[in-house]
């Protein structure tokens, strides 16, 4: 297991030195002068070349990347054009909450996701299994900002009464107005609330996936010769489904988690943008109008690195899940 | 009281709208301890004849229908509940299949496959629980077996899973092990051990056998009484010897041809032409007639029916000892004096199975 871990994280260093590069390409290429930021009305040309010196923009691009890449090494991602303060403090401050907001959603979706699939694959055909997969598709399919907002005006705007039950859940933010003011409980309280709508939108955009992925991976598993034999065994039904078939289906949707990074990171985005939530993918727009140079290039690194951590993290857990591989002689 | 009695069973799975009826009409009655082999080519209906015993059809598309009967010591076990199903199934009634390496689950170490086994019929704690494990694993002549129970199936070789499957098995001191063509997936070396390991088993536990196999040879070696499927119908069964020296159904004779049991240098020695049809689509009349190298006109029209009948002729019969062949005949008479004499006579003498009617008389 210890080599095949330490096989796995070496793998990763270059695919992450190689996103560092295409980030740095990809936005020495773009069009817009960082150093316009500072142009004022009768600038003159000498000033705003002096400032692009002290930019370190007049250096060949070779330099300017072999500069980038050391100070990045060193975890300095250099200073917010738009703000003034280190790009690393910015990202810092809101990194936690896209954090928060992730890990909630995926740990949601990923436990409906593998119920709801078990339970289609076990009910194969029947109206259960129909209904369910069409409002997977519905939900897999529709973009998330537009889920966000249908959200925003079914659980807060419009909201009264849902099922007899009042129902208002705050529309943005993290916390209310006035936050500073509750007590521990209601802060507590208070936060649970703001991040059930954001939480719950990205869930939505996730489940289905999950639930058809793990639906068909069930269906496989579930005619093979072991579950036959787990059965007759004399093993009752729930456990030849759960324990027997699941962890075998659960293998391939190990996968599924490297391939939905980049799906939940896009999606953080759009969400955070319209639930007004502090987050990563809202720095990133807010940096991007602004031309915010340093920010947008340090979180588009991050935004890569975690793709590639969500596939090692995958490669990981497939070892775990699945014994041939992890002793590697299989 | 037998040990199980199997009464006009009837399986059969739907698909796409047609039914395929993979077991059609099969009476097989087992005592305790008695090693019975049920043989017949891939696609007779061996492994679906396995599954309804332990009730597992339905799970896939199949069912038993209606009318048939599987009786375990007297307890009908056809329309039985789930929860009692469960008690027999790896407990009375155990099996063995095919495959050693897809039928074990690959993510689970070999000693916690059994050790479920173990749980799932007697009541035992964690460590006693292991320790029948491994005294299993020991029994079914696994070396090591306290390092081979935490190996998952993939790092054991093709005998060794299926000795760990045999001791999956047994976790229930089984009355029946059902084995399903135990040895065909593993080399002959091995084959032979697993077989003498089963043979050893049996006679230890005075269990008994149904071994299945396509393989005339392997059941043979084992198995006092045989059975010969065929689309579906027991097309004869008897004493394993008595049917090796004088088997009566073309179709046996056909399975027989290509080895070398007989002793009788006249019979034909050939391998029979062409496969078993889908159990979607038995023709019509004896459904071995496409094939059957003795068929008449009056096979694709009926079917036959088995007939028990004494045996007064053949070497190494005992007194007592009866066969039961298939088919026929009963409906020969009923076919009128021109099939009985004249040219009639003349076919009747080569097509054998529908001599053995008895009001014909032993042939000549
Ligand atoms: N799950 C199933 N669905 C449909 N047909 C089946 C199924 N299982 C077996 N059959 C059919 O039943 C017949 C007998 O199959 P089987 O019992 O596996 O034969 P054997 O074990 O003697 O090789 C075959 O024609 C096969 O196609
Ligand atoms: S002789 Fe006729 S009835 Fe007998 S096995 Fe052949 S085809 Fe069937
Ligand atoms: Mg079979």
Redesign the interface.
Known sequence: MLVYAARRVLAAVPLLLGVATIVFVVLALAPGDPASMYLRPGMSPETLDQIRRNMGLDAPLHVQYGRWLLSFLQGDFGQSLASGIPVKDRILEVLPNTLLLAAVAILLAFVAGIFLGVMQAVRQHSPLDSVLSGTSLFFYSMPSFWLAIMMVLVFSVNAGTVWGWPVSLPPSGMVSDGYDLLGPMARVRDRLLHLVLPALTLTLVLTGGIARYVRNSMLEVIR???I??????????WQVVWK?AL??AL?PVVTLLGVYFPLLLSGTVFIEYVFAWPGMGRLMVDSILLEDYPVVLAGTFLFGGMVVLGNLLADLLYGV????IR?G?? | MSLLEIRNLRSVFRTRGEEARAVDGVDLTMERGEAVGLVGESGSGKTVLA?SI?G?LS?GSGRILPGSSIRLRGEEMVGMK?RRL??????AV??V?Q?PM???????TVGDQVL??VK??RAMDGREGWAEVIRLLREVGIPEPEQRAGA?P??LSGGMRQRA?IA??L??SPALLIADEPTSALDVTVQAQILELLKRLQSRFHMALLLISHDVGVVSRVCQTMVVLYAGKVVEKGPTQDILRSPRHPYTRGLLGSRLFLKDRRRVLRPIPGEVPEANAWPEGCRFHPRCSEAWHLCGREEPRLVAMGLGRGAGAREGDSRVVGPPGGSLSEVGPTDRGGEGRSRARSVRCWLFSGDLGEET
């Open positions: 093979q010769d072991y036959r034999t787990a059965r007759a065994k004399g093993l009752p039904e027997h962890r075998n293998i899940v699945d014994p041939r002793r002689d299989g | 599954l332990l597992l799970h789930e469960r008690q027999i199934r790896g407990g155990a099996m299949f495959e897809t039928s074990l689950n690959p993510v689970f479920e086994a799932a019929h998952y993939h790092q499957m999956m098995a976790a229930g």
